[in-house]
Structures are given as structure tokens and as C-alpha cells.
């Protein structure tokens, strides 16, 4: 395939303004994607801080660094950033706007104006979350969950810190809207639902789940901010209410969107997996397939975070059968990533190692929460460090690791420029050790009965949580030259042309960067996302 | 009953004003229902009547009665997610 000489400017200076309100009132679905990827990774980056004050705390038994009421003021603030600030927020808003329409050879999204309010309305809702830190009675220190009966009593700012997530909620269900109502109209001429791009189907399961699931939040928060403001007694059994009600509610919404956090990070290794290993992707339609199944399926097995809060034994039963369930679409997408590996010839690029890693980390990641999701060893290890964990090795080992492998393959693309290999395989490297020096240590811990949200433990526990937090400071060495090297590479690097990786979707057909319409002429689709017969790599 | 073509229809008063008779006597019976002895099935009720009333409110205030077939079923497959969430909560509520 030959690189295209591009007649038209590139995005970055099609308007000839420049300056702020160029990009935060633009409408370029690439502009915006820019937008949420600096303030998703920068949230991302704060939750690191406070998540490295998290361990140095814990580095030592009794009061290292703080107390009590900070701590729990700490990881509650650290996980609202984490999950509603980063994660949920990030993939679709930044990979899935930057990508998903020149995926799909469309010229922009659906409804551009409402894809910048939908940034907008996130910026509001996270300027609310911060005002809520330093106003009223303090920042919330009831751990990211909001569970009653604690979050409508305690004296710290709940109110304001639920209505901050409120607000982000309905950023995420436009983005879904805009994003669904985009794959389904603007698909480029060929562009056949068999041909979609992974990523593509992905975004796609993705979105249904943000538009069915997050109202469901949106009205649970409000519900908790009744209960403090106008003491509703909903979920006050004193006054005929049920507080598991509130839990059953909470996790209607948050575990299926644990699958808007991890199907998008599939979709990335699922595009990154066979650009690097020259092959057709193994097993498209199970993949593509899979994404949907876990989309629904995943939405049915909330009541796996409530075998102990007091459930019934049916529920019990019903719950985690259904959570097995789940277990077989995910286990599909692992086995057709190895299958797709099998005979290809593998290079270790930046991007690939993030992937590899991330089938690793995920995979563990997942096991484990088969344990949780059995009820009786969950019984064992439940609210200990095990899960914290679990969720780790899912959602950064997966997620985020999916996230730096996006970082890594398409943000040359948008900047014409790209980052050194070495240093990136050296923080890669650092990242991959700190992580599970850290992560593994703590599921250990949890299985010797270390609880967790404590800011102190019992003295047996010093030296596995002293290796903990050395872990963490590998991690954040390994993420700091990951930084340097992203950053410093895009801005000042080498020129990045062409498709050096052989990619064969749509995105690297177009100009590097590409022109403000993403294409000099509407392509028409003639062959699938993974067929590299015409992309001049051998 | 007034139809007109195509996109605006309008509903008269007389039937607005049923439906909102219909609305206030379902209100009432599920009043009433919290007095009866049903247990677990209190619930089930009071639901059911919630959703009769939503229903009505979807069908005519809403104009979802006369709305072409892409809303109807958009609407659909809402309320499905929403009854299979709220049916799961009854292997919970109903057996505690
Ligand atoms: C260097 C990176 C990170 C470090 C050192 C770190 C550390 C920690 C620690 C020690 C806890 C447990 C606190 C406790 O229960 O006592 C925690 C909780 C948590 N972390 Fe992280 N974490 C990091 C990255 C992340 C990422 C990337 C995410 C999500 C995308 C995340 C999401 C969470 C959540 C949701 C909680 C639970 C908060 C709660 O209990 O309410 N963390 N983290
Ligand atoms: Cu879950």
C-alpha cells in the first residue's frame, strides 16, 4: 500500500486558530478525543499519587504517614478518580473517539456538538468531585462504593461527591448514544458488520452497556443524596427501608461496568494482537461475538459482590452460577488471542509486549475472581486484600495496560511523530515487575486474612506489605520513563509516516496525522481488518 | 378521538382525563395494598401496579401509543434490561 501525499492539513492546523478555545470547543472527534485523553490520564496520574501514599502507609505497621480518617478519605478518593475519572471515562472517550470513526471510514461521529458536551459535561462532573475534597464536612471517606448505611451518615461531603458521578454518568450514556447511532449510519461504503475492526465491536458492546446500565447509577445516587438531604429512609430498615437494596442497586450499574472499563482494552489487543504477529486475527466472529455475550451476560451477575452482606442463599446460588457463566466468553477472547499467536511471526514492539502482558495480567486477574465469584471461598476472602488484588490485575493489569498499548500504537498516529523503542521496552519492563511485585504480594496477603480499607495491620503482616509497597515504587519508575519517552517522543521525536507496523485497517490508509475529514476521499471497504495481504510488510 | 396524519397526534381531553382516573385509582390500590398480609408478594404488587401506571403514563402522556416502530422498540428493549435487572433482585427479596 502506498503512503498517501496529503493535499489537505493535517487536524492539528486546519483552522489556523490556535490556542485554548480552538480545542475546547472544537467538534473534531480527534480534537476531542485529545481533550479526554489529557484529562482521563491526568486523573489517572493523580489516582497514582494517592495510590502511592496508599502503600507508603502501609509500608510499616501503625501510623506512618497519616491517620486513620485521611486513609480512608485516601483510597475512597483514589478509587472515584480511578474508576469514574479514568477508566470508565478514558477508552471510549480518547481511543474511541480518536480511532473508532477512521476505523469505520466516517468523517466524524454522529452528533458532533453533542460528543463535546458529553466532554463538557465530564469536566463539570470532575470539577464538582474535586469541589467536594475541600467543601462541607470534607472529602467522602466511605471507600468508592457510597454503601448505606454509612454514606448517609457520615459528616463528610457524600452529597456533593455522589452528584459529581451523577453528572459524569450522563457523559458517559451520550457518548454511548453517539457512539452506537455512529456505528450503525456512518459506516464507510463495504465497511460490512463482518468487517468491522475488533476495537470497533467492542466500543459497540461497550456503548449498549453505558446506555442500559448507567441511568440505573444515576437514579441510585440520587437516591442516596435523598437520604441525606431529606432523610427518605429508603434504605433504613428502621423505617421499613433495605440496605442491601442499596447494594443490589449500586452493583446493577458498577459490574457491568467493570465491562465497559475491560471490553474496550479487548478491543485493543484483539487489533494489536494480529498487526503483530502477522496474522489474521483466529477466530473473528467468536470474538466479535464474545464482546456482546460478556456485554450481556456480565450485566446479569452483580449479586457476586454480596455473598456476605446478607443475601439470600438462592441469590447466592443464582449469582454465582451466572458468574461462571461469564467466565466462558471472557476465556474464549484469551484462547483465540494464543490461537491468533500460534505460527505468526512475532515482533516485540512496544505495543505487542503491553498486549502479551496484558493476556498475562488479565488472565490472572480473572482467575482469581473465579474464587471470588464461588461463594464459599469467597466467604474466606472477601473485603480482604485478595480482592484488592483481583481488581488490580484486572483493571490496571487488563485495562490499563490495554490503555498503554493504545498509547503506545495510535498516539504516533495522530502526532506524526513516535516515542524511542528501547526506553519503552525498559519501562515496560520496570512496569510489568513492579506490578506483579505488588499485586501478587497483596493477594497473598489477603489470603492470610489481611483486610482491607485499614490503614494499619496486625505485625505478621510487615514484611509481605513492606515488599508490597517496593513493588509499587518499581511500577511508578517504570510509569515515570514510560512518561518521559511517550511524551517527549510524540512532541520531539522521530517523524512516524506511513504504516511502519503493517496495519491493515482503515487508519493507516489516511495521512499521518490525518486532515480534519480523516480522509482525502470517502474510502470504500474492500477486504477485512485483519487481511495484511496489501500492506507491503511482508 | 382526533387523528391527524402522520407525525402529530393529539389527544383529546376525555381520554387524557381517563387515564389520569385510571391513574389515581391504581394509586389508590397500591395504597391499600400495603395493609393486606402478602408478604414477599407485597412487592410483586405494589410493582405491578407501578408498572400499569407507567405503562399508561409511556402509552398516552407520552404519545408512545402513536410513535412509529424504531421508538416503540427502542423503548422495549429498555424496559426488558430494566424487568430482567428487577427480576433478578427477587431470587434475593423473595427468598431472604
Ligand atoms: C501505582 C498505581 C496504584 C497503586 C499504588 C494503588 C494502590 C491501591 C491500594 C493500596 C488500595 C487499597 C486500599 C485499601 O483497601 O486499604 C487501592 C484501592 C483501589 N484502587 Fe488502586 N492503586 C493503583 C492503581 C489503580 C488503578 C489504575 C485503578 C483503576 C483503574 C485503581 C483502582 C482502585 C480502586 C477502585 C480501589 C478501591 C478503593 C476502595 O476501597 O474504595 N487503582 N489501590
Ligand atoms: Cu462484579
Given at each position: 500500500?502506498?503512503?498517501?501525499?496529503?493535499?489537505?492539513?493535517?487536524?492539528?492546523?486546519?483552522?489556523?486558530?490556535?490556542?485554548?478555545?480552538?480545542?475546547?470547543?472544537?467538534?473534531?472527534?480527534?480534537?476531542?478525543?485529545?481533550?479526554?485523553?489529557?484529562?482521563?490520564?491526568?486523573?489517572?496520574?493523580?489516582?497514582?499519587?494517592?495510590?502511592?501514599?496508599?502503600?507508603?502507609?502501609?509500608?510499616?505497621?501503625?501510623?506512618?504517614?497519616?491517620?486513620?480518617?485521611?486513609?480512608?478519605?485516601?483510597?475512597?478518593?483514589?478509587?472515584?478518580?480511578?474508576?469514574?475519572?479514568?477508566?470508565?471515562?478514558?477508552?471510549?472517550?480518547?481511543?474511541?473517539?480518536?480511532?473508532?470513526?477512521?476505523?469505520?471510514?466516517?468523517?466524524?461521529?454522529?452528533?458532533?456538538?453533542?460528543?463535546?458536551?458529553?466532554?463538557?459535561?465530564?469536566?463539570?462532573?470532575?470539577?464538582?468531585?474535586?469541589?467536594?475534597?475541600?467543601?462541607?464536612?470534607?472529602?467522602?471517606?466511605?471507600?468508592?462504593?457510597?454503601?448505606?448505611?454509612?454514606?448517609?451518615?457520615?459528616?463528610?461531603?457524600?452529597?456533593?461527591?455522589?452528584?459529581?458521578?451523577?453528572?459524569?454518568?450522563?457523559?458517559?450514556?451520550?457518548?454511548?448514544?453517539?457512539?452506537?447511532?455512529?456505528?450503525?449510519?456512518?459506516?464507510?461504503?463495504?465497511?460490512?458488520?463482518?468487517?468491522?475492526?475488533?476495537?470497533?465491536?467492542?466500543?459497540?458492546?461497550?456503548?449498549?452497556?453505558?446506555?442500559?446500565?448507567?441511568?440505573?447509577?444515576?437514579?441510585?445516587?440520587?437516591?442516596?443524596?435523598?437520604?441525606?438531604?431529606?432523610?427518605?429512609?429508603?434504605?433504613?430498615?428502621?423505617?421499613?427501608?433495605?440496605?442491601?437494596?442499596?447494594?443490589?442497586?449500586?452493583?446493577?450499574?458498577?459490574?457491568?461496568?467493570?465491562?465497559?472499563?475491560?471490553?474496550?482494552?479487548?478491543?485493543?489487543?484483539?487489533?494489536?494482537?494480529?498487526?503483530?504477529?502477522?496474522?489474521?486475527?483466529?477466530?473473528?466472529?467468536?470474538?466479535?461475538?464474545?464482546?456482546?455475550?460478556?456485554?450481556?451476560?456480565?450485566?446479569?451477575?452483580?449479586g457476586h459482590h454480596m455473598f456476605t452482606s446478607?443475601m439470600s442463599d438462592t441469590a447466592i446460588l443464582v449469582f454465582s452460577f451466572l458468574t461462571f457463566?461469564?467466565?466462558?466468553?471472557?476465556?474464549?477472547?484469551?484462547?483465540?488471542?494464543?490461537?491468533?499467536?500460534?505460527?505468526?511471526?512475532?515482533?516485540?514492539?512496544?505495543?505487542?509486549?503491553?498486549?502479551?502482558?496484558?493476556?498475562?495480567?488479565?488472565?490472572?486477574?480473572?482467575l482469581s475472581g473465579l474464587i471470588l465469584g464461588a461463594a464459599a471461598t469467597d466467604v474466606h476472602v472477601h473485603d480482604t486484600?485478595f480482592v484488592?488484588?483481583h481488581?488490580?490485575?484486572?483493571?490496571?493489569?487488563?485495562?490499563?495496560?490495554?490503555?498503554?498499548?493504545?498509547?503506545?500504537?495510535?498516539?504516533?498516529?495522530?502526532?506524526?511523530?513516535?516515542?524511542?523503542?528501547?526506553?519503552?521496552?525498559?519501562?515496560?519492563?520496570?512496569?510489568?515487575?513492579?506490578?506483579?511485585?505488588?499485586?501478587?504480594?497483596?493477594?497473598?496477603?489477603g489470603m492470610?486474612g489481611?483486610?482491607?480499607?485499614?490503614?494499619?495491620?496486625?505485625?505478621?503482616?510487615?514484611?509481605?506489605?513492606?515488599?508490597?509497597?517496593?513493588?509499587?515504587?518499581?511500577?511508578?519508575?517504570?510509569?515515570?520513563?514510560?512518561?518521559?519517552?511517550?511524551?517527549?517522543?510524540?512532541?520531539?521525536?522521530?517523524?512516524?509516516?506511513?504504516?511502519?507496523?503493517?496495519?491493515?485497517?482503515?487508519?493507516?490508509?489516511?495521512?499521518?496525522?490525518?486532515?480534519?475529514?480523516?480522509?482525502?476521499?470517502?474510502?470504500?471497504?474492500?477486504?477485512?481488518?485483519?487481511?495484511?495481504?496489501?500492506?507491503?510488510?511482508? | 378521538?382526533?387523528?391527524?396524519?402522520?407525525?402529530?397526534?393529539?389527544?383529546?381531553?376525555?381520554?387524557?382525563?381517563?387515564?389520569?382516573?385510571?391513574?389515581?385509582?391504581?394509586?389508590?390500590?397500591?395504597?391499600?395494598?400495603?395493609?393486606?398480609?402478602?408478604?414477599?408478594?407485597?412487592?410483586?404488587?405494589?410493582?405491578?401496579?407501578?408498572?400499569?401506571?407507567?405503562?399508561?403514563?409511556?402509552?398516552?402522556?407520552?404519545?408512545?401509543?402513536?410513535?412509529?416502530?424504531?421508538?416503540?422498540?427502542?423503548?422495549?428493549?429498555?424496559?426488558?434490561?430494566?424487568?430482567?435487572?428487577?427480576?433478578?433482585?427477587?431470587?434475593?427479596?423473595?427468598?431472604?
Open positions: 500500500m502506498t503512503t498517501v501525499q496529503p493535499t489537505q492539513p493535517s487536524f492539528w492546523n486546519d483552522t489556523g486558530k490556535t490556542g485554548l478555545a480552538a480545542w475546547i470547543f472544537s467538534t473534531d472527534h480527534k480534537r476531542i478525543g485529545l481533550l479526554y485523553f489529557y484529562s482521563t490520564f491526568g486523573f489517572f496520574l493523580v489516582g497514582v499519587l494517592l495510590g502511592l501514599l496508599l502503600r507508603i502507609e502501609l509500608m510499616a505497621p501503625g501510623r506512618t504517614i497519616m491517620g486513620p480518617q485521611t486513609y480512608n478519605a485516601l483510597f475512597t478518593v483514589h478509587g472515584v478518580v480511578m474508576i469514574f475519572l479514568f477508566i470508565i471515562p478514558g477508552f471510549q472517550g480518547s481511543f474511541g473517539n480518536l480511532v473508532m470513526p477512521i476505523q469505520i471510514g466516517a468523517r466524524d461521529v454522529a452528533f458532533p456538538r453533542l460528543n463535546l458536551f458529553s466532554w463538557w459535561l465530564y469536566i463539570i462532573g470532575a470539577v464538582i468531585i474535586i469541589t467536594s475534597l475541600f467543601t462541607g464536612g470534607g472529602p467522602p471517606d466511605t471507600g468508592w462504593t457510597f454503601y448505606v448505611p454509612f454514606s448517609s451518615r457520615t459528616g463528610t461531603n457524600v452529597s456533593l461527591a455522589v452528584f459529581g458521578v451523577f453528572v459524569v454518568g450522563f457523559s458517559s450514556i451520550l457518548t454511548g448514544l453517539n457512539f452506537i447511532t455512529t456505528i450503525h449510519r456512518l459506516r464507510a461504503e463495504g465497511m460490512t458488520w463482518g468487517r468491522l475492526p475488533l476495537f470497533v465491536w467492542s466500543l459497540y458492546a461497550t456503548a449498549w452497556v453505558q446506555v442500559l446500565a448507567t441511568p440505573i447509577l444515576a437514579i441510585t445516587l440520587v437516591l442516596v443524596m435523598a437520604e441525606r438531604l431529606l432523610g427518605t429512609g429508603l434504605f433504613d430498615p428502621g423505617r421499613g427501608g433495605d440496605p442491601v437494596m442499596y447494594q443490589h442497586l449500586f452493583w446493577i450499574y458498577s459490574h457491568p461496568a467493570v465491562y465497559i472499563m475491560i471490553l474496550p482494552a479487548m478491543g485493543v489487543i484483539s487489533d494489536v494482537i494480529p498487526v503483530f504477529s502477522r496474522k489474521p486475527i483466529f477466530g473473528y466472529k467468536m470474538i466479535a461475538f464474545s464482546s456482546i455475550a460478556i456485554a450481556a451476560f456480565g450485566s446479569l451477575v452483580w446478607g457463566i461469564v467466565a466462558i466468553p471472557s476465556a474464549i477472547k484469551v484462547f483465540n488471542w494464543v490461537s491468533t499467536l500460534y505460527k505468526g511471526s512475532i515482533s516485540l514492539d512496544a505495543p505487542m509486549l503491553f498486549a502479551l502482558s496484558f493476556i498475562l495480567l488479565f488472565s490472572i486477574g480473572g486484600h484488592v488484588g481488581f488490580h490485575y484486572v483493571i490496571f493489569g487488563g485495562a490499563g495496560f490495554a490503555f498503554f498499548a493504545a498509547m503506545h500504537y495510535w498516539l504516533p498516529k495522530f502526532y506524526g511523530r513516535r516515542y524511542a523503542e528501547k526506553p519503552a521496552i525498559v519501562a515496560w519492563a520496570l512496569m510489568f515487575v513492579g506490578f506483579n511485585v505488588m499485586y501478587f504480594t497483596m493477594q497473598v496477603l492470610k489481611m483486610p482491607r480499607r485499614y490503614y494499619d495491620y496486625l505485625p505478621e503482616f510487615a514484611t509481605l506489605n513492606l515488599v508490597a509497597t517496593i513493588g509499587s515504587w518499581i511500577l511508578v519508575a517504570g510509569l515515570i520513563v514510560m512518561l518521559v519517552n511517550l511524551f517527549r517522543g510524540l512532541f520531539r521525536g522521530e517523524p512516524f509516516v506511513g504504516n511502519p507496523w503493517g496495519g491493515a485497517t482503515l487508519e493507516w490508509t489516511t495521512a499521518t496525522p490525518p486532515p480534519t475529514e480523516n480522509f482525502e476521499e470517502e474510502p470504500v471497504v474492500t477486504h477485512g481488518p485483519y487481511d495484511f495481504r496489501g500492506t507491503g510488510i511482508p | 378521538m382526533t387523528s391527524d396524519t402522520g407525525a402529530h397526534h393529539i389527544v383529546g381531553y376525555a381520554k387524557l382525563a381517563q387515564v389520569w382516573l385510571a391513574l389515581l385509582a391504581l394509586t389508590a390500590l397500591t395504597v391499600l395494598i400495603t395493609r393486606l398480609e402478602l408478604g414477599g408478594y407485597k412487592v410483586l404488587g405494589a410493582l405491578t401496579i407501578a408498572c400499569l401506571k407507567s405503562g399508561l403514563v409511556i402509552a398516552f402522556f407520552m404519545h408512545m401509543k402513536y410513535e412509529g416502530r424504531l421508538l416503540r422498540w427502542l423503548l422495549f428493549v429498555a424496559l426488558v434490561t430494566l424487568a430482567i435487572f428487577i427480576g433478578l433482585t427477587f431470587f434475593d427479596v423473595l427468598y431472604r
